[in-house]
């Protein structure tokens, strides 16, 4: 591998040496890498402090959040009616 990277390709010699040493001292050591379902870990509120609850929607705001996204819009086609057609 040194010799096709500094022979042939013409890589600094030294950067070479250098990424072949850290690959082999990562070889070595042959850590184990932690599962995902470890980082998302659940955490319990200091002192158990609690959020407040949020203020009720009034007006317009409360009948849209009352929809859920189910109401009005454009048709499932994604296409708003009218306009000119073929």
Known sequence: MRKFLVEEKQ????????VIKRLQKAQ???????RLDSFFVK?????????PAP???KGKDAKKAKTNGTGGGRSAGGKASGGKGK
């Open 43 to 51: 955490k319990d509120p200091p002192n158990g402090v609690k959020r």
């Open 28 to 34: 070595d050591t042959k850590g184990t890498q932690a």
């Open 11 to 18: 890589f600094n010699p030294e950067r070479i040496e250098s």
């Open 55 to 57: 203020a009720p929607a």
